[in-house]
């Protein structure tokens, strides 16, 4: 049974950073890409960031380019979130998702955490 688990949210000021955690049972991260996603209410899933199965190559949305990062270890089949910087806009429910492909879109994901909670405010 494919799991993922997202850890790490919690409330921030602006400025401040964050380290997301989604740990993956069931399957590896060397085997499957591992997408960063976020959603507000009301609004549709967006694409954060993700890591490739094989070569680890990583791929941000444009807006978040310079502020988070993806990561990943292997030995511990688990993939981070890097937020930095972070501003009230990036308040959020985050969730984690492995699939096939390294796409920064939700349809190309299989299995999904049930998220975590980051809010930034002064």
């Known amino acids: 049974q494919v799991q993922l688990a997202e850890s790490g949210g919690g409330a921030v000021q602006p400025g401040g950073s964050l380290r997301l955690s989604c740990v993956v049972s069931?399957?590896?991260?060397?085997?499957?890409?591992i997408g960063w996603f976020r959603q507000t209410p009301g609004k549709e899933r967006e694409a954060v960031g993700c890591?490739?199965?094989?070569?680890?190559?990583?791929y941000y949305a444009d807006s978040l380019k310079g502020r988070f990062a993806v990561s990943r270890d292997n030995a511990k089949n688990t993939v981070y979130l890097q937020m930095n910087n972070l501003q009230s806009e990036d308040t959020a429910l985050y969730y984690c998702?492995?699939?096939?492909?390294?796409?920064?879109?939700?349809?190309?994901?299989?299995?999904w955490g049930q998220g975590t909670q980051v809010t930034v405010s002064s």
């Open positions: 890591i490739s199965s094989a070569f680890g190559r990583t």
């Open positions: 069931g399957i590896t991260v060397d085997e499957y890409a």
């Open positions: 998702a492995a699939g096939p492909l390294a796409i920064l879109h939700p349809t190309a994901y299989n299995y």
